[in-house]
């Protein structure tokens, strides 16, 4: 199953934005997916995550501002983000946790969030 993020754009602080993560296929397929972001000369970090059938995570930095969900019908999962700030300028990527762990996973191109003082 391919995943490919969109909806980052250019936000002053305090904004929102809703990041959608469509599949290729059925979401059923990926029992833990996760949004992750990465900034240059950074490592990528975890931000949300959602279990199959459980309560997601969240990184200590986006909780209470940082939603997952997702639509099964629609095979997609999004990102609300509420109360942004300068520190959540990024590049977004959704990715199968598991994948990842396993190092096998691959990423796309991401969605570029920006965030103005």
């Known amino acids: 199953v391919q995943l490919q993020a969109s909806g980052g754009g250019w936000v002053q602080a305090g904004g929102s934005l809703r990041l959608s993560c469509e599949a290729s296929?059925?979401?059923?397929?990926?029992?833990?997916l996760a949004w992750y972001r990465q900034t240059p000369g950074k490592e990528r970090e975890l931000v949300a995550a959602?279990?199959?059938?459980?309560?997601?995570d969240y990184a200590e930095a986006v909780k209470g501002r940082f939603s997952i969900s997702k639509d099964n019908a629609k095979n997609t999962v999004y990102l609300q983000m509420n109360n942004l700030k300068p520190e959540d300028t990024a590049d977004y990527y959704c990715n199968d946790v598991k994948r990842v762990a396993m190092r096998l996973a691959s990423w796309g191109q991401g969605t570029q969030v920006t965030v103005s003082s």
């Open positions: 296929g059925s979401l059923f397929s990926i029992n833990y």
């Open positions: 959602l279990r199959l059938g459980g309560s997601p």
